[in-house]
């Protein structure tokens, strides 16, 4: 083995990388990695002149946590490719402190492509099998590891610290604020967009339904905060408008620590319940006046609830698709007194002309459709079908459905908790309470007829009885009472055409095969 490295030529490639931790502590970037090179660099060159200096790899500002850094990720690819043999960084702390990464590739990574790894502080070099500091690098990962958690405590804590006192400590502020040249944890308001604020809040507390108030701002070009800083291309969606709604920040009330990550070395952001998130009164200048604010949540509230109730009330609903963009289409308000349907495409990038509306009477889609597969119902032969459809239910999900109904009955009993939860606090009063409570133990009854109705076809379908198929079938083909359920097994697709053509697919040849034209 000596021999062999003896007789090596090593193609060397030097590490850098200093972390955004370093960077907040008050360490000069550039001085520091001048210095790490200097070192790494001097060090090579003492080697001799079997060591070639191949390349310098120096990542700036990212958490030895996350391995997933440009240029270490490029050395990566370069090692793969042949082009280094080495790797030598100022300490094991720079290649990583994730110790459980860090250890993979020490010691199984490098060596499965042949890399040698070399810690000039530490004193690691991964090809002196003799070297006793080898031995102790896996202990130095984990207090590397323990130090990179330690600090992310810290830093946490004194976010929190901050943010408890009121502070601003958030990336991009609200619309309608900025940060204070003076105080950047401060809000002070921005007027340019605190009057878009203002439009929104004064057309919901005159009535305005969220999509309205969505329209209003696509049709008169008002920039979202994206178009207003960043000069994006974006457009003002239900949800954006919403947020703008809720968002206590506009009564001078800072809410903070609604979401965080996972862990100090899973970056990915989770919502975190709100008994978590801290919220201080009296921060920073208001936008809207507090009463106002308070009338406009009771509005907001009362379309959740009217959503969650309408939610799964189409028959037709995942089924309609747009012929020209091939995306979804869906139902949305009333107009003249039916619900009406309306390209999603369309909808969401009105302003980018990429498809046409395709808004015509869903209600009127919907009677078409039944009547028309009840008529063709009459023409087919009915054992054919049978077997067609009992092919089909075997491949049914009927557990799929049955959660989703679980789902729905955990989701409507959710609203009734929050809704109880909104009167206590006088964001509803008793008389809407006891509406909305009637309607929503309606639905629950509703949807605990069907959970049953659903699990007994799952067990019959289990059986192989003719006469049990048979019944099940024509529960299917009768369409007496259809649900979105059973449309769902019969049909396949519907796609609406900009004309008003409607082309229906359906899950079965011998109904694919009759079918005309609607």
Known sequence: MLEQIEKTIYKVAIYIRLSKEDVDRGYDESESIKNQRTLLTEYVQKLGWKYQLIDTYIDQGFTGTNFNRPDFQRMVRDIENGKINMVVTKDLSRLGRDYIETGEYIEKWFPGNNVRYVS???????????????????????????????????????????????????????LGYTKDSN????????????????????????????GTI?????????PTVNKSRY??????????????????????????????????????????????????????????????FDSVQKMVIVQNYNRNEKKNMFLLDGLLFCYECKHKIGVRGKKNGNYYMV????????KLKLCTSHGFSYSNLEDTIINYIRNLFQKIDSEKIELE???????????KILQKLENEIKLINNNIDQMYVDKLNNKINEEMYERLLKKFGDEIKQKE???METKQKKEEAKQDDTEKIKSIVQDFLSLN???????????????????????????????????EKI
């Not at 944890?185 to 919901?204: C, D, G, H, S, W």
């Not at 449309?487 to 079965?508: A, G, P, S, T």
Request: charged share 30%; aromatic share 10%; glycine share 4%.
């Open 120 to 174: 000039v502080t530490d004193g690691i070099d991964t090809f002196e099998t003799s070297n006793g500091n080898n031995d102790i690098a896996p202990f130095k990962s984990i207090l590397n590891d323990m130090y990179s958690k330690d600090l992310s405590k810290k830093i946490r804590t004194a976010l929190h610290t901050m943010q408890k006192q009121g502070k601003w400590v958030g990336g991009k502020t609200p």
């Open 183 to 210: 105080d950047k944890n401060k809000l002070i308001i921005y007027e340019p967009e605190a009057q878009i604020v203002r439009t929104i809040f004064n057309m919901a507390s005159n009535g305005s339904q969220v």
């Open 214 to 222: 969505r329209d209003y701002l696509n049709s008169n070009n008002i």
């Open 231 to 292: 000069n994006k291309e974006t457009f003002w969606e239900n949800k954006t408008v919403k947020n703008i709604l809720k968002n206590k920040v506009y009564i001078g009330t800072t809410v903070q620590n609604k979401r965080s990550r996972i862990s100090y070395k899973n970056r990915k952001i989770r919502p975190n319940s709100e008994e978590k998130w801290i919220i201080v009164e009296n921060t920073h200048e208001p936008i809207i006046d507090k009463k106002v």
């Open 343 to 350: 390209c999603n495409n369309y909808r969401r990038n009105s």
């Open 389 to 399: 459809v009992k092919r089909g239910m075997t491949k049914y999900d009927y557990g």
């Open 449 to 451: 007829k069907e959970y």
């Open 481 to 515: 009472k259809p649900t979105s359920e059973i449309m769902k097994v019969i049909i396949n697709r519907i796609e609406i055409h900009q004309d008003k053509q409607v082309d229906l697919y359906f899950n079965f040849k011998q109904l694919n095969n009759l079918k």
